[in-house]
């Protein structure tokens, strides 16, 4: 199958995609498992979605300690060079203050409202 065609299937089955996920963080992972693809296809998949402009690239940094999101960039040079978890924090986990290379940070992608053509 060529990758427009894939795609094309991917946007036709965008709708049933989007009432199990949320459209505001959808992983490779997510679309993998829903299309049943290998993990290059549907990563080649979202970044052909960022080129139409149906996702947005986002960088997610989770708290190593909870796995909760803290904080999402568009860039990855944007991410700060610290970062606290404010669960962590209040549940007084020994750690709850992470540096950069202790950050886990995901990618994931965030749909547009708006299809252009
Ligand atoms: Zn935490």
Do not use: W
């Not at 427009?4 to 946007?11: D, E, P, W």
């Not at 989007?18 to 505001?24: A, I, N, Q």
């Not at 978890?85 to 290379?101: G, I, T």
Request: charged share 30%; proline share 3%.
């Amino acid at each position: 199958m060529t990758t427009i065609k894939m795609f094309t299937q991917f946007l036709n089955k965008k709708a049933d995609l989007l009432e199990s996920l949320d459209p505001d963080r959808i992983y490779v992972e997510n679309v993998r498992s829903f299309l049943n693809l290998p993990t290059k296809a549907a990563k080649l998949l979202c970044e052909m979605a960022v080129k139409q402009r149906l996702f947005k690239k986002k960088h997610g940094v989770y708290c190593p300690t909870c796995d909760r999101l803290v904080k999402s960039f568009d860039n990855l040079d944007e991410v700060d060079s610290t970062f606290e978890c404010d669960v962590c924090r209040e549940l007084e986990e020994p750690q709850y203050q992470f540096n950069k290379s202790e950050m886990k940070i995901l990618t994931f992608y965030k749909l547009l409202d708006k299809i252009n053509d």
